[in-house]
């Protein structure tokens, strides 16, 4: 049976880092996740990471294959490098090194390399501590307020309203396009996730003013869509063609960059 080679990111949380190797024999259609199956059931039993869905709807598996940030139930083993490539040359014409640290030893042409999401706390291995994600997903109010309406329809929202937020609720938080430079160096900046999701609720026809007024006077802060500096790195690595980047510069700093 053919096998793969895998080098993987370890660190058991008391802030010591190890890169170990792995060796799991592929079947065809495994994916990345398959594999940390494979060596957590048979090889090593403490290697800790997350999942829920393995079916790329709840972004648990968000982590860094190969030095770019995917969703691991997604990425299939077989076609790691084809997938990576593109995504990999985009983020390196950015000359960003902060996921491009040096691994000692890795065997690019033979191993899959594993490590955590970027940009985030690491807890144990591949888990990272996702509560300043969160924290920041509520600051921008990611859900509506409005008297409830008893009478059939509750609200109505047409076909052509419907298509103009769809892209944004797509979005399944996973984390990834944390990758973004600015979130690494500015701990307060809200965002490409958050800054999608406001656009979600600002741009929906159900919405009312003096929520879509909260949501804008939040994400128009100093740390919120005035931060970003067009890498659209996030546009590159979602998993679910979210495009955050074009959320954030194309709508909401060019409908509300005026907004008092």
Same mark, same amino acid.
């Given at each position: 049976?053919?096998?793969?080679?895998? *080098?993987?990111?370890? %660190?058991?949380?008391?802030?010591?880092? +190890?890169?170990?190797? #792995?060796? $799991?024999?592929?079947?065809?259609?495994?994916? $990345?996740?398959?594999?940390?199956?494979? @060596?957590?059931? /048979?090889?090593?039993?403490?290697?800790?990471?997350?999942?829920?869905?393995?079916?790329? $709807?709840?972004?648990?598996?968000?982590?860094?294959?190969?030095?770019?940030?995917?969703?691991?139930?997604?990425?299939?083993? &077989?076609?790691?490098?084809?997938?990576?490539?593109?995504?990999?040359?985009?983020?390196? &014409?950015?000359? @960003?090194? #902060? @996921?491009?640290?040096?691994?000692?030893?890795?065997?690019?042409? /033979?191993?899959?390399?594993?490590?955590?999401?970027?940009?985030?706390?690491?807890?144990?291995? *591949?888990?990272?501590?996702?509560?300043?994600?969160?924290? /920041? #997903?509520?600051?921008?109010?990611? #859900?509506?307020? +409005?008297?409830? %309406?008893? =009478?059939?329809?509750? &609200?109505?929202? !047409?076909?052509?309203?419907?298509?103009?937020?769809?892209?944004?609720?797509?979005?399944? *938080?996973?984390?990834?396009?944390?990758?973004?430079?600015? !979130?690494?160096?500015?701990?307060?900046?809200?965002?490409?996730?958050?800054?999608?999701?406001?656009?979600?609720?600002?741009?929906?026809?159900?919405?009312?003013?003096?929520?879509?007024? !909260?949501?804008? &006077?939040?994400?128009? =802060?100093?740390?919120?869509?005035?931060?970003?500096?067009?890498?659209?790195?996030? %546009?590159? $690595?979602?998993?679910?063609?979210?495009?955050?980047?074009?959320?954030?510069?194309?709508?909401?700093?060019?409908?509300?960059?005026? /907004?008092?």
């Amino acid at each position: 049976m053919e096998k793969q080679k895998f *080098l993987i990111y370890r %660190n058991p949380g008391d802030g010591s880092v +190890r890169y170990d190797r #792995f060796e $799991v024999p592929i079947e065809k259609g495994m994916d $990345v996740l398959d594999a940390l199956f494979y @060596i957590q059931d /048979h090889l090593d039993s403490t290697l800790a990471f997350r999942y829920a869905c393995r079916g790329a $709807v709840c972004g648990s598996c968000g982590m860094t294959i190969n030095k770019v940030p995917m969703l691991a139930c997604k990425t299939q083993i &077989s076609s790691v490098n084809e997938i990576i490539q593109p995504i990999e040359k985009f983020i390196r &014409s950015k000359n @960003i090194d #902060f @996921i491009y640290g040096d691994v000692p030893a890795w065997d690019r042409e /033979h191993e899959i390399l594993i490590e955590p999401a970027p940009n985030m706390r690491v807890i144990k291995d *591949l888990v990272v501590d996702l509560e300043k994600f969160w924290n /920041h #997903f509520r600051e921008i109010e990611p #859900f509506f307020t +409005r008297e409830w %309406n008893y =009478k059939q329809p509750e &609200s109505k929202q !047409s076909p052509e309203q419907m298509e103009r937020i769809e892209r944004y609720v797509y979005c399944i *938080l996973c984390g990834l396009c944390w990758a973004c430079p600015v !979130s690494n160096k500015n701990p307060n900046y809200l965002g490409p996730a958050q800054l999608a999701k406001a656009s979600r609720f600002v741009y929906d026809s159900r919405i009312q003013h003096e929520k879509q007024n !909260s949501i804008v &006077s939040r994400v128009m =802060k100093e740390d919120g869509v005035p931060a970003c500096e067009r890498y659209f790195i996030c %546009n590159q $690595v979602c998993p679910k063609n979210v495009m955050p980047g074009t959320a954030i510069n194309q709508e909401l700093r060019k409908d509300w960059s005026k /907004h008092e």
